[in-house]
């Protein structure tokens, strides 16, 4: 089992940045590819970005790229997801996930992955 949890969300305006963060625990974190979800109220839950276990591949939704940046730190077993020039519509509950991967791919789907956080909320204002 992987326990992660999200933290850095919260209520910022148009143009800024946050940082979310997501904790692994239970498992060897250098062996899961990960990724970031998000869900907008009253929509279903969209793929943001993932990177594969090393951190040297990444892949970014159209709706962030170049906005957002992810990242990973195996050795604190962390994956960092850094919003920048944040719109309104990036508001929604941020939720990583992960999954068992020795391959070194990365996953947009979200049937890829096996565990899920529990998410953390970001709202952007207008």
């Known amino acids: 089992q992987v326990q992660l949890v999200e933290s850095g969300g919260g209520l910022v305006q148009a143009g800024a940045s946050l940082r979310l963060s997501c904790a692994a625990s239970?498992?060897?974190?250098?062996?899961?590819?990960m990724g970031w979800f998000r869900q907008a109220p009253g929509k279903e839950r969209e793929f943001v970005v993932a990177?594969?276990?090393?951190?040297?591949?990444?892949y970014y939704a159209d709706s962030v790229k170049g906005r957002f940046t992810i990242s990973r730190d195996n050795a604190k077993n962390t994956v960092y997801l850094q919003m920048n020039s944040l719109k309104p519509e990036d508001t929604a509950v941020y939720y990583c996930?992960?999954?068992?991967?020795?391959?070194?791919?990365?996953?947009?789907?979200?049937?890829?992955?096996?565990?899920w956080g529990r998410g953390t909320q970001v709202t952007v204002s207008s």
């Open positions: 996930a992960a999954r068992f991967d020795l391959s070194g791919r990365y996953y947009s789907s979200m049937s890829s992955y096996n565990y």
């Open positions: 990177i594969s276990r090393s951190g040297g591949s990444a």
């Open positions: 239970g498992r060897t974190f250098s062996d899961y590819a």
